[in-house]
Nanobody, 119 residues
Framework: QVRLVESGGGLVQAGGSLRLSCTAS????????MAWYRQAPGNERELVAR???????NYADSVKGRFTISRDNAKDMGFLQMNSLKPEDTAVYYC?????????????WGQGTQVTVSS
């Protein structure tokens, strides 16, 4: 089994920064794409940012220029640097990864970390 654990969430004032981390553990041959999603109360879960195994990235329009996704392949970790945070960024943030195990690929999700931005 593979486990993803997020950390780094918390309470921050508008304009502040947070860095989320995602650590994958278990039997992992390789990690393909990693991504961060978020879900605010009453809203659907939405894609925030995605990074391929080769480092190509894409972002939701709402976070472009403020958030940066990265990864450390050697440590099976992913990161989301969030700058210039706004109250509308308040949500539970989830890490997800497409993991190769033996000859198959599986999608895994973390439990989420709360990010609260006060105005």
């Amino acid at each position: 089994q593979v486990r993803l654990v997020e950390s780094g969430g918390g309470l921050v004032q508008a304009g502040g920064s947070l860095r989320l981390s995602c650590t994958a553990s278990g039997i992992i041959f390789s990690i393909n794409a990693m991504a961060w999603y978020r879900q605010a109360p009453g809203n659907e879960r939405e894609l925030v940012a995605r990074i391929s195994s080769g480092g190509s990235t894409n972002y939701a329009d709402s976070v472009k220029g403020r958030f940066t996704i990265s990864r450390d392949n050697a440590k099976d970790m992913g990161f989301l640097q969030m700058n210039s945070l706004k109250p509308e960024d308040t949500a539970v943030y989830y890490c997800t990864a497409n993991v190769r195990r033996w000859n198959r690929e599986y999608d895994y999700w973390g439990q989420g970390t709360q990010v609260t931005v006060s105005s």
